[in-house]
Each structure stands twice: as C-alpha cells, then as structure tokens.
C-alpha cells in the first residue's frame, strides 16, 4: 500500500472545481498515475478524516507544445497526469485554506 503523499499529489482549486464543492460536496486532486480507486478513496479519508462516497478518475493527456528559440522550432510535450474527482459523504468537508492569514 502505497502512502497517502505518493498518492495525492495536490487539490486541484480551480473555479470549475470551487463550484462543484459548493453546490455537489465534490473535491478534485491531482493523483499518481498508477493510483486506483480503492487507494485515492482511502488516502482522502485518512488524510482529511472524511468519508468517501464515489471517485472518479480521469487521464488527462500532456499538450504538445513549440517554442521558437535561436536554433529554430524546438518541440516538446507536458507530462500526462491523472485527475481524480472525489464525492464526499453528506456533511462532510475538506477545507483547502485552514490556517491561511486573511
């Protein structure tokens, strides 16, 4: 079993997402890409003490990018990540900005 840190990588606190945790309790990270499920539900309840309802998970593929340099067009790809949308219990929720000085 891997740790909870190897796992989560980071929330993913866009305004899609702000939205989705306001109206539908739904929280996404950022994962490995070789996390399953059953290990993205368990490092979120035991890291943030919550109860999981469902997740979902999805590949998000790295966009191709060129830059124009002295030597020419260079080319290049950002790395692939893994997406994983988490639906917590009624009740339940994880708040991203405890501690922050307002």
Known sequence: ?????????????????????????KYGFSVALDANKIEIKSAVERRFDVTVDNVHTVKVKGKN???????????GKRADWKK???????????????????
């Open 1 to 25: 079993m891997k740790k909870d840190r190897s796992v989560l990588i980071r929330p993913l606190l866009t305004e899609k997402m702000l939205k989705l945790q306001e109206e539908h309790g």
């Open 65 to 75: 990018k060129k830059m124009n340099t002295r030597r020419g067009l260079t080319h």
């Open 84 to 102: 994983a949308i988490v639906t917590l219990r009624e009740g339940d929720s994880i708040d991203f900005f405890e501690g922050t000085q307002s």
